[in-house]
């Protein structure tokens, strides 16, 4: 089976990469559920959040400033698989705000970050997802 979770996108808030954010996409049929996100030798992150954009914006740096944008503990969101074009347009035609369009993790550490593992679960199974930053 392949991997269904996509980092579509990574951001920094400083250079030395102790707040990262990844904006993530669902290639697969079902929902994806983040269980934990461990950092650089999987140690857990100082915090990590789970981020909702209602808007075309992608989940990146600078979201939090957005009253669009909802930011929940890690475990507490799902990943619905990717809409396609068309549903995205409609959606953000008709939806006034109440529909996430983007996802991803914000993730602090008091350590520079250079790996990220995001463990999930998907049709049941648990997996994991490093990226190499």
């Known amino acids: 089976m392949a991997d269904p979770l996509l980092v579509t996108g990574r951001s920094n808030v400083d250079k030395e990469q102790t707040q990262v954010y990844l904006s993530l996409v669902n290639e697969g ?13 999987k140690a857990p992150a100082t915090n990590a959040n789970f981020v909702m954009s209602y808007t075309g914006q992608l989940v990146s740096a600078g979201i939090e400033d957005s009253s669009q944008a909802q930011f929940i503990g890690i475990d507490e969101g799902i990943i619905p698989p990717q809409l396609s074009d068309a549903e995205v347009r409609q959606i953000l035609r008709d939806n006034e705000g109440r529909i996430p369009l983007h996802y991803g993790v914000r993730i602090v550490n008091d350590e520079n970050i250079h790996t990220v593992h995001i463990q999930y679960r998907y049709l049941g199974i648990s997996r994991t997802k490093t990226v190499v930053l």
């Not at 049929?29 to 030798?41: H, L, T």
């Open 29 to 41: 049929w079902g929902n994806i559920k983040i269980e934990e996100v461990a950092v650089n030798s």
